[in-house]
């Protein structure tokens, strides 16, 4: 059959700017981004503003006709995307950072440029199969068997959430036990599934911030002395306010000994096995029945790429939905139909960006620097200790992060520091909170970082 048109091709934008336009600005945008990334080390690391002026800035009336694009790029540059964090900034040191690489850029930039949907297969055979390829990958680097299954979602709250509302579905409603360390949003997942506050047993961290193998054991036996069904254990690997990681062998006994669903939280800290130091930390985690992780963290990708890896068919007989306006594009066979992996019908591909740079880089390089992280966090407490009259480890470097105090100082004054600093634009570092003390955190996973950006934050901070 001849698809080809008659007589004047269709043009080639729905709204119909010209190809030597969409040229023009498509080459803007990139020099843009590339200028950029030659010179983020010198723009501030956040930078924010009052609502009032950004508003003026880009707001205004409803614009009827077309204004000049150029001046459209303009403000988005000067004035939308500079007040934001920047998280590839390599002096940003707050939350956690998201240090994305180009070649994932150019791979969301394709999936964008092609209008790419990863729901059926049928409707998104090419691009389900490149997530298919990436997942497996992914489950290859964490260590989990060669069975497990897996989704891509924007991030570890939708993964948790994911996993949480398919196991609930697997084993019935229980009790779930986590640590008074474990990520919020775990815990905000588990309200708006609808557990009752009855079920949820938050147990208190050890003296190194992880989850109390202890507690959990006599927890869940308390339970079942009272007739209730335990049902899922929360572990982390590698918290997001101190790097630590819980108890992983023994908690995976513990499941195992009282068939108990084990799902680890590895959104921050997972990625770290890639490394040797990482490996050790994160030992266990292979065990999980389930893990997340956030490929737009220490993968290196730009927002959002969120993992789900799952034990197999657990998913499905949750999520899956076949209405008869989706018959045509239904997967036969041994197809995937990502729809019914998860809450999202419309999906954009996320794995294109983690395809692209996992052949353009190579894992070699994500190991280096994974590695090159581990050690310049390693090198911020060595700083760090060579003053011990002026500050105190709170929380030992452990993949990426490290807590810090300065002694005889109140958590105001601490707030106020980290407060300034970045308003000052040179780096950007937040306070948390260690069993009700206040402690300045650094968390380091960008390669560009450098051992002077390190001394001179932490200097600034003493000031």
Known sequence: MDLSPKDKPYPPDT?????????????????AVIQRLEN??????????ELAPLLEALGGALPEQARPADESLELLIDSA??????????????????????AAVIGEWLGVGFNTIAASWPGGAGPSTVELVVIDWLRQLM????????????GGSQASLTAIAAVRALKGQGCVYLSDQTHA????ALVTLGFPEQDIRILECDSSYRMSAQSVRDAINADKHNGLKPMM???TAGSTNTGATDPLHTLADICAEHDIWLHVDGAYGAPAVLSESGKASLAGMERADSLTLDPHKWLFQPYDAGCLLIRPGVLEPCFNMNPEYLKDVQAAGSATDFR?????????????????????????????????????TEFAEAHLRKNPERWEIISPAQIGIICFALRGESAEE???RARELSESGFACVTTTKLKGRTALRLCIINPLTTQADITETIDRLGY
């Open 185 to 188: 949003s775990l815990l905000r």
């Open 340 to 376: 019914n992996r998860g809450f999202e019908l419309t999906r954009r591909s996320r794995a294109l960006k983690l395809w692209f740079s996992f052949r353009s880089y190579g894992v070699a390089r994500f190991r280096e620097a994974i590695a090159y992280s581990i050690e310049l």
């Open 15 to 31: 709204l119909g700017m010209d190809s030597q336009e969409m040229r023009r600005l498509g080459y803007a945008v990139v020099d």
């Open 40 to 49: 983020k080390h010198l723009e501030p690391a956040i930078a924010s503003q």
């Open 414 to 416: 601490h707030e106020r």
């Open 81 to 102: 995307l500079f007040h934001q964090q920047h998280g590839d900034h390599p002096r940003y040191f707050a939350r956690v950072p998201g240090p994305s690489s180009f």
């Open 143 to 154: 260590g989990l068997p060669e069975d497990t299954e897996g989704v891509l979602v924007s």
């Open 233 to 235: 254990v929360i572990a």
